[in-house]
């Protein structure tokens, strides 16, 4: 700091620049950061969509509506036959090392031959388990398929897996 300006009612300092080439490269390279985050979650987004389970056509139907574009309707369909269960995982997470709380985030998947498991579920719902059980014992008795639970403890980063099934 070098003073400019010394008087007896007034003091002045000047301030070295903060504009250097470095800080204008370390933008750049933040901004071109974000804009390839905002890429990636653009076209990442699935929006909503519906599940048709059919008895008729002996079938599952998921539609889902994607970003706008050439391939925006995204369908899956699986035969009745290639479902094998209806599952609840639970994951319980620790909050962290000095606190003591607990974090329960429970899905239901649907277990098939081909596509392994499908997501029937979504953490955003903010379903309560209550709700969470009862969809999953209506897709069980409706298709006709067992039903069952698994929790994983998700502990100091050491995952121990318990099957209830």
């Not at 009612?9 to 750049?28: C, D, G, M, P, Q």
Request: aromatic share 12%; proline share 3%; charged share 20%.
């Amino acid at each position: 700091m070098n003073i400019l300006l010394r008087l007896d009612h007034l003091l002045v300092y000047s301030i070295t620049e903060s504009r250097k080439i470095s800080n204008f490269f370390w933008a750049f390279i933040i901004f071109l950061g974000s804009l390839g985050l905002l890429l990636v979650a653009i076209s990442s987004y699935i929006g909503g969509g519906y599940d048709i389970f059919d008895k008729k056509k002996r079938k599952v139907c998921f539609f889902r509506w994607g970003f706008p574009g050439k391939n925006r309707r995204i369908i899956l369909e699986v035969p009745m036959k290639e479902i094998q269960s209806i599952r609840i995982i639970t994951g319980v997470i620790e909050g962290g090392i000095f606190t003591r709380t607990l974090t329960y985030e429970s899905l239901v998947y649907m277990e098939t031959i081909e596509q392994g498991f499908i997501p029937l579920t979504r953490i955003e719902d903010n379903l309560t388990p209550l709700e969470i059980a009862d969809k999953a014992a209506e897709l069980s008795m409706f298709l006709g398929v067992p039903l069952s639970h698994i929790v994983l403890f998700i502990l100091s980063h050491i995952f121990i897996l318990l099957y209830n099934g």
